[in-house]
């Protein structure tokens, strides 16, 4: 059974750092190249970024281009997503979720809700 | 970027009913597309993948097709648990994007 837990999120002020993990288990975490996405309240889906099954690669969305950074620790079966120089449209409920191959996401995270505000 | 359009935005039937949903992309995705269903608190749920490959456990009445730029979701006969927002999602290129959504509700 697949799981993906995501934990960190909360309340951060504008300017502010958070980082995000997702701990997956149920699969070969190591095998499989993983994503970000995030979903703004009432909004619709904006993929992040995606990490290479060895951590190798990296592509990011533009709008988070420099400012957030995914990482992963396979020896931990933990996805990380830092986030730095937040503003109020960071506000989101962020999903990590498991490339099935080719850039589709077949499991997905129950969400962790990050808010930006002073 | 690739934009992907999603009409219409929301969708009004009864149970029984057939749906047809509609994604359509600023340029060329080959059949790169995928749709997911997201239920309200729920994450999204992948349906189909390459445009008309349904995923494990998807049932039969859900099925893709398109290539190019115009893709079609359909849902052959409403059942109570498919009124939910679906969302297109293209792997052609990065960055990937989602469409912005189509709501099925009930009429």
């Known amino acids: 059974q697949v799981q993906l837990v995501e934990s960190g999120g909360g309340v951060v002020q504008p300017g502010g750092s958070l980082r995000l993990s997702c701990a997956a288990s149920?699969?070969?975490?190591?095998?499989?190249?993983m994503h970000w996405v995030r979903q703004a309240p009432g909004k619709g889906l904006e993929w992040m970024a995606v990490i290479s099954y060895d951590g190798s690669n990296q592509f990011y969305a533009d709008s988070v281009e420099g400012r957030f950074t995914i990482s992963r620790d396979n020896s931990k079966n933990t996805l990380y997503l830092q986030k730095n120089s937040l503003s109020a449209e960071d506000t989101a409920v962020y999903y990590c979720?498991?490339?099935?191959?080719?850039?589709?996401?077949?499991?997905w995270g129950q969400g962790a809700l990050v808010t930006v505000s002073s | 970027e690739i934009v992907l359009t999603q009409s219409p935005a929301t969708l009004s039937l009864s149970p029984g009913e057939r749906a047809t949903l509609s994604c359509r992309a600023s340029q060329s995705v080959r059949s790169f597309l995928a749709w997911y269903q997201q239920k309200p608190g729920q994450a999204p749920r992948l349906l189909i993948y390459d445009a008309s490959n349904r995923a494990t456990g998807i049932p039969a009445r859900f099925s893709g097709s398109g290539s190019g730029t115009d893709f079609t979701l359909t849902i052959s006969s409403l059942e109570p648990e498919d009124f939910a927002v679906y969302y297109c999602?293209?792997?052609?290129?990065?960055?990937?994007?989602f469409g912005g959504g189509t709501k099925v509700e009930i009429k």
């Open positions: 999602q293209h792997r052609a290129n990065w960055p990937l994007t």
């Open positions: 149920g699969f070969t975490f190591s095998r499989n190249a």
């Open positions: 979720a498991k490339e099935r191959e080719n850039h589709y996401f077949d499991h």
